[in-house]
């Protein structure tokens, strides 16, 4: 704007030339803080740093009266003028590359929306520790952000070394480019004119390498609910218009065959394809199918070290790995060419992060793959009400693989009423699921029992006087745990010695009930001794690599019970599983949270899905209080879209997802007193706000489900309401002026998946 320029140099005639071009334009980068204040900052960038200032690296900046430096990430850089008020300097750079492109700073600030996260929080979270460790030795702050010169000045040949510097480099590199010897770099660390800023990691090579891959036949024809399911996909990836399909299709109806023909297609148009599974079904066979498929995938799951994580990083970033299989944080893996999202499980809760930013893996996929305009598929076999009422909104589209490739049958399932007599006479196990397992053992077929309690019993009480064993950190019983008697808090992982006697009677001898994973296998040990037993819960499965041992074992028959809670329910193919029983299908049901009964439902569906999958057959038997209730109904005939009919009405009479938006502020404090009056606080200023919107509801103060957890009271407010934007722009402004008593803190969990 050239006729702007010479106007304004008429304002400052009395300024030599030189020193008005300075003062009035310049370039202008806005950075987000890691930690610390919320709001986007401007910092001038001084010269030497203008070629290494830009959106998505990180720079050190000064803050506050003392000018502390401060880590931010750099997500934007104008040039222009300089507002009236000085602004500080960015006083150094941090990575060597941009550690995220454009889009990904678009989609961090699209996620502290959304979910009302601070956006530091969202852009720390979406790239790996080992990616943001990776510093080099920089230029030294004194130099630059002043513009002052340093105590001494520089040789010609520091100076030449220092200006290198502005962009990190190793001490060897520093040298070589400017030809001045180690000394001289080590010398200007002494004089704290560089910085040594930890240490460059060279992870090993083959990261991402091959396993030795099974073979897994590519059939040679796909089922027609297949075909039909691939060329939706095809018509989107060739389109290049991006399109959500779901595949709702029972276990075994060929649903992973369709994501790898997808992915093969995507990868033979030289582009990527990221594909989520739940992390327990990151399991060796998992990602070897992708492998016997596809050569080198980078598997990312929460065991690898950082340094293992960033080396995947950086080969999906060079573009030399085509395929990426990953739980849910795989979804911001740098894929410079993406072609395809594939999220399997869909429904699964932990696609939702349970810690800041709380984000569902599911909403940021779909954000992604619209914006590369590619096809984000689904696959359940129990889609998530959430998913299929965007399929009849007519927004997603669905196709249907109601049947198990190869023609076997979904097995039958029978339903013990727990409530007539008899049913318990032989503890957890019901005569007619002894009969079963019997019959499955008896035709050379194998058992999976799923209970979904772990420990030995549920409940320590004192039949004289009542008294229950308790945490003294949380409002929750103690599980008791053998050996060595031990109550074990579920909420805290406190242990304690569970008493001999009453510790407020003395009356001798406490009572347990309630049976966990731990006495179910004991019973069934017992009832079954000619039969190879196993369990597989948290407790069993501690060391890495433990779950597939056991999932190996069992698939190589040397288990023929295999007992455990939802962990047996994920994923896996084993063809000679003739019975599954599930102990109490109604272990989850009366849960304080709206999801129970959908929860109920898909796991039921699910570990019954387990049943006959080979040509021996199959049966299911499931032992409930309530047989006559919807989820376990539908269940019980494989028959999940019945309940799905029969819950969408409930939940749009009440408002509640997927027809309106929950958010959920729980806060804490040792103080009960603290934590009940400043939720009551929150729940004021809402109320106040959400006055004129007629269909907001304000529910609480109450205390948490889980009313006390590390010795910490919970209090919760929940808003409900149609609209998710209006939602969060009300507890924006109800929030905004509260200031937090220091033993206060309380979160922000929008359309939050856990409610306890
Ligand atoms: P899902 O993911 O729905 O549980 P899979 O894709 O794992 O189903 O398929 C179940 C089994 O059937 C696998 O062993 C798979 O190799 C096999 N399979 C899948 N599609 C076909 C097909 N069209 N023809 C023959 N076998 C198939
Ligand atoms: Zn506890």
């Not at 601070?118 to 702050?141: D, F, H, K, N, Y």
């Not at 990190?168 to 000394?183: F, V």
């Not at 929030?735 to 856990?754: C, F, N, Y």
């Amino acid at each position: 704007m050239p006729e702007q320029h010479t106007t304004q140099r008429e304002l400052f005639e009395s300024r030599p030339e030189w020193a008005e071009d300075d003062a009035r334009r310049g370039t202008i980068a806005t950075v987000v803080l890691s930690e610390g204040v919320d709001k986007p900052l401007d910092y001038l960038v001084p010269e030497p740093l203008a070629a290494t200032v830009e959106p998505g690296r990180r720079v050190r900046v000064p803050l506050g009266r003392a000018n502390r430096e401060r880590l931010g990430y750099c997500v934007a850089v104008r040039h222009g003028e300089l507002p009236q008020a000085p602004l500080k300097s960015v006083v150094g750079v941090e990575d060597e590359k941009p550690l995220l492109s454009p889009r990904m700073i678009e989609l961090t600030k699209w996620m502290a929306d959304r979910w009302m996260a601070r956006w530091g929080e969202v852009l720390e979270a979406v790239l790996p520790a080992g990616v943001r460790l990776r510093t080099r030795i920089r230029m030294s702050p004194l130099l630059v952000s002043s513009g002052a010169a340093p105590a001494r000045s520089p040789t010609p040949s520091q100076a030449k070394v220092l200006a290198a510097a502005a962009d990190p480099k190793t001490a060897e590199q520093l040298a070589k480019e400017t030809g001045a010897s180690r000394a001289v770099v080590s010398r200007l660390v002494k004089l704290g004119l560089l910085r040594e800023a930890g240490t460059v990691e060279r992870p090993s090579r083959g990261a991402a390498a091959e396993r030795p891959a099974i073979t897994h036949d590519r059939p040679a024809e796909l089922s027609p609910p297949q075909e039909s399911a691939l060329a939706a996909i095809k018509d989107s990836m060739r389109a290049s218009r991006h399109e959500t399909i779901v595949l709702f299709g029972v276990t075994g109806s060929g649903k992973t065959e369709v994501y790898l023909q997808a992915v093969e297609e995507t990868v033979s148009y030289g582009r990527q394809a990221i594909v989520l599974v739940p992390e327990i079904s990151l399991t060796p066979q998992t990602c070897d199918r992708f492998r016997a498929r596809f050569g080198t995938v980078a598997v990312l799951h929460s065991h690898l070290t950082p340094a293992e994580r960033h080396a995947q990083w950086r080969e999906i970033a060079s573009g030399r790995v085509n395929v990426v299989v990953g739980a849910r944080s795989a979804i911001f893996a740098p894929t410079p060419r993406l072609g395809l999202v594939v999220i399997d499980e869909e429904h699964e809760s932990s696609f939702k992060q349970a810690t800041a930013p709380r984000y569902h893996a599911r909403d940021v996929a779909e954000w992604i793959a619209k914006a590369a305009g590619v096809p984000l598929v689904l696959g359940s076999a129990t889609p998530s009400l959430e998913t299929f009422a965007r399929c009849l909104s007519g927004d997603w589209r669905m196709c249907r693989l109601a049947n198990r490739v190869g023609g076997s049958q979904l097995p039958a399932v029978i339903t013990v009423d727990l409530r007539e007599r008899g049913s318990r006479s032989r503890g957890a196990v019901s005569p007619r699921l002894a009969a079963g397992i019997r019959w499955a053992l008896d035709g050379g077929g194998q058992v999976m029992l799923l209970l979904n309690r772990r420990g030995f019993a549920t409940h320590v009480q004192c039949q004289a006087c009542g008294h229950a064993a308790r945490c003294d950190q949380c409002d929750l019983a103690l599980t008791l745990h053998q050996p060595g008697n031990r109550g074990i808090c579920h909420g805290c992982g406190l242990v304690t010695r569970i008493p001999a006697d009453c510790p407020d009677c003395r009356a001798p001898g406490l009572a347990h009930s309630g049976t966990g994973t731990q006495r179910l296998e004991e019973q069934i040990r017992r009832s079954f001794p000619d039969a190879a037993v196993a369990r597989m819960d948290t407790d069993t499965m501690r060391s890495r690599g433990s779950h597939e041992r056991t999932l190996d074992a069992f698939r190589n028959r040397e288990i023929d019970i295999l007992v455990g809670t939802q962990m047996i329910a994920k994923g896996l193919d084993f063809p000679a599983v003739m019975l599954v029983g599930v102990v109490n299908a109604d272990a989850a049901l009366h849960l304080a949270d709206f999801r129970a009964s959908e929860r109920t439902c898909q796991l039921v569906t699910q570990v019954a899905g387990r049943s006959g999958r080979g040509s021996l057959g199959g049966r299911v038997v499931v032992q409930t209080s309530t047989p006559d209730h919807p989820a376990i109904r539908a269940a019980a005939v494989h028959d999940y879209e019945a309940f799905v009919r029969s819950e969408l009405p409930v939940r749009e009479a009440l408002l509640y997802p997927p027809y309106g938006h929950i958010v959920r502020i729980v806060v804490r404090s040792v103080d009960e007193r603290g934590a009940s009056d400043w939720a009551g606080n929150v729940a004021d200023r809402l109320r106040q706000e959400a006055a004129a919107m007629p269909l907001v509801r304000v529910l609480g103060p109450a205390p948490a489900p889980i009313a006390r957890l590390r010795d910490r009271f919970r209090w919760h407010v929940q808003v409900h309401g149609p609209d998710g934007v209006a939602l969060r722009d009300l507890v924006a402004r109800a929030t905004a002026s509260l200031k937090t008593p220091d033993d206060v803190a309380w979160i922000i969990d929008v359309d939050p998946v856990e409610m306890l």
